[in-house]
């Protein structure tokens, strides 16, 4: 590390990495580092009025590793003819290496208004190359599956702003209010000539498409898009509130809530409940009221004496006929996360040196957009996997429940 004058700072650094994971030939990768910072509000010519701010930069690149045995040629066991037999498993890649991200970060740290607002911004940028992707191989070489290869290209841009606002500063009473703010926008760059349904060059890393239905509204049968491309399924935005009281008595309220929006999943239950005849899909009830779920209606292309009455999307998803990838759902949604009280109570446990009770309640409130039809948005199973994001298929998972709880922290 190198300081000059109190203000400038300049850090370096370099790691190396080899791993058995790697293929045999493919030898060890240099990931260097540096990252510098310039505390501004130092300098002569900053007025005080401004407050304290440091400008920082940083570039640097990181990896992550290919499975054990992804590199490995590899056999599975099988029985033929009641005797020991084996199949080809993996092909094995001699040349297989991790995948290698190159990150930018800029931004600032402030202080400002006598420091009762502090504020901090990031703006990074991703590339991501030699992306690990699951290529198919030639059947005729005896190898009928994937392989993983060295061939993607991906991009991740967005920003990071955290803030924090004393609202009142009195001796006995402190009130401060906080947000966190962050984007994401993804894209594949280059799949390297793999064909892959759900992870397409120029769309987002992690790609809900399926049946869109371009009448939602009408009082018609549902007009399809086949194929569409919907959206990401990751969150490309969230924001975060927190809020905090100091009170007389040592006593603290504190509260917590996000915004998280812009991704999309599979409501995979929800089309399953659909398609049981007696069961019917949450979130059809007002539907069921016109055309009870019985089998006197199955969907599109069926006749029923109160059809004029139901929407094109309500005969598309509720009835036992609907199509798995008309289920995909925008997930925004919000969530008040915990509101807790923790006050002192030294009094109720004689010669300690502190004793404070804690209560609190978690996930108390939720919003979910008027689009959403069913199961709770967090209820998410694991769906195609690139780079370690998962796909937002919405399962049978026991989503976050509504908890309350009390604790006692004692100090001798």
Same mark, same amino acid.
Request: net charge negative.
């Given at each position: %590390?190198?300081?000059?004058?109190?203000?400038?700072?300049?850090?370096?650094?370099?790691?190396?990495?080899?791993? @058995?994971?790697?293929?045999?030939?493919?030898?060890?990768?240099?990931?260097?580092?540096?990252?510098? @910072?310039?505390?501004?509000?130092?300098?002569?010519?900053?007025?005080?009025?401004?407050?304290?701010?440091?400008?920082?930069?940083?570039?640097?690149?990181?990896?992550? #590793?290919?499975?054990?045995?992804?590199?490995?040629?590899?056999?599975?066991?099988?029985?033929?003819?009641?005797?020991?037999?084996?199949?080809?498993?993996?092909?094995?890649?001699?040349?297989?290496?991790?995948?290698?991200?190159?990150?930018?970060?800029?931004?600032?740290?402030? /202080?400002?208004?006598?420091?009762?607002?502090?504020?901090?911004?990031?703006?990074?940028?991703?590339?991501?190359?030699?992306?690990?992707?699951?290529? &198919?191989?030639?059947?005729?070489?005896?190898?009928?599956?994937?392989?993983?290869?060295?061939? &993607?290209?991906?991009?991740?841009?967005?920003?990071?702003?955290?803030?924090?606002?004393? $609202?009142?500063?009195?001796?006995?009473?402190?009130?401060?209010? &906080?947000?966190?703010?962050?984007?994401?926008?993804?894209?594949?760059?280059?799949?390297?000539?793999?064909?892959?349904?759900?992870?397409?060059?120029?769309?987002?890393?992690?790609?809900?498409?399926?049946?869109?239905?371009?009448?939602?509204?009408?009082? /018609?049968?549902?007009?399809?898009?086949?194929?569409?491309?919907?959206?990401?399924?990751?969150?490309?935005?969230?924001? &975060?509130?927190?809020?905090?009281?100091?009170?007389?008595?040592?006593?603290?309220?504190?509260?917590?809530?996000?915004?998280?929006?812009?991704?999309?999943?599979?409501?995979?239950?929800?089309?399953? %409940? #659909?398609?049981?005849?007696?069961?019917?899909?949450?979130?059809?009830?007002?539907?069921?009221?016109?055309?009870?779920?019985?089998?006197?209606?199955?969907?599109?292309?069926?006749?029923?004496?109160?059809?004029?009455?139901?929407?094109?999307?309500?005969?598309?998803?509720?009835?036992?006929?609907?199509?798995?990838?008309?289920?995909?759902?925008?997930?925004?949604?919000?969530?008040?996360?915990?509101?807790?009280?923790? !006050?002192?109570?030294?009094? #109720?446990?004689?010669?300690?040196?502190?004793?404070? $009770?804690?209560?609190?309640?978690?996930?108390?409130?939720?919003?979910?957009?008027?689009?959403?039809?069913?199961?709770?948005?967090? @209820?998410?199973?694991?769906?195609?996997?690139?780079?370690?994001?998962?796909?937002?298929?919405?399962?049978?998972?026991?989503?976050?429940?509504?908890? !309350?709880?009390?604790?006692?922290?004692?100090?001798?």
């Amino acid at each position: %590390m190198l300081e000059v004058r109190d203000r400038y700072f300049l850090t370096g650094g370099v790691r190396v990495d080899g791993s @058995s994971a790697f293929g045999k030939d493919f030898g060890l990768e240099v990931y260097p580092k540096v990252s510098a @910072s310039y505390v501004i509000s130092d300098e002569p010519f900053w007025p005080e009025s401004f407050g304290d701010v440091k400008l920082r930069a940083a570039y640097g690149f990181a990896g992550r #590793a290919p499975g054990a045995f992804d590199a490995v040629r590899t056999w599975e066991a099988q029985s033929f003819r009641d005797q020991t037999a084996f199949e080809p498993d993996n092909v094995g890649n001699p040349d297989l290496g991790p995948e290698r991200t190159g990150e930018l970060e800029v931004g600032f740290d402030g /202080a400002f208004l006598d420091q009762r607002l502090t504020l901090d911004f990031t703006y990074y940028h991703q590339t991501t190359t030699n992306a690990l992707l699951n290529v &198919g191989q030639t059947p005729s070489l005896g190898f009928g599956g994937n392989q993983l290869e060295n061939v &993607g290209k991906l991009r991740n841009t967005g920003f990071e702003i955290g803030a924090e606002y004393t $609202v009142l500063n009195r001796p006995n009473v402190t009130w401060r209010l &906080g947000t966190d703010i962050s984007t994401n926008d993804s894209e594949i760059l280059d799949m390297g000539g793999v064909v892959d349904y759900d992870f397409v060059e120029g769309q987002p890393i992690g790609l809900q498409r399926g049946a869109r239905i371009t009448n939602p509204d009408e009082l /018609a049968d549902p007009i399809y898009e086949l194929d569409a491309f919907l959206g990401p399924t990751e969150p490309t935005h969230t924001i &975060g509130l927190n809020t905090t009281f100091q009170l007389p008595r040592g006593i603290t309220v504190s509260a917590r809530g996000e915004y998280v929006a812009g991704h999309w999943g599979r409501d995979f239950s929800s089309n399953l %409940m #659909a398609q049981r005849t007696g069961l019917g899909a949450l979130g059809c009830d007002h539907v069921y009221q016109i055309i009870p779920h019985d089998g006197s209606y199955e969907g599109p292309g069926d006749d029923h004496p109160n059809l004029d009455q139901v929407r094109a999307k309500d005969r598309a998803l509720c009835f036992t006929n609907s199509r798995a990838d008309a289920w995909n759902l925008p997930k925004d949604f919000a969530a008040l996360r915990e509101v807790s009280v923790q !006050a002192p109570v030294p009094f #109720a446990v004689p010669g300690v040196e502190s004793a404070f $009770v804690t209560g609190s309640v978690q996930n108390l409130f939720r919003w979910v957009n008027s689009e959403f039809y069913s199961h709770d948005p967090e @209820s998410t199973g694991s769906g195609a996997q690139i780079t370690n994001l998962t796909g937002g298929q919405i399962t049978d998972h026991v989503p976050a429940p509504a908890t !309350a709880t009390v604790s006692v922290r004692v100090t001798f």
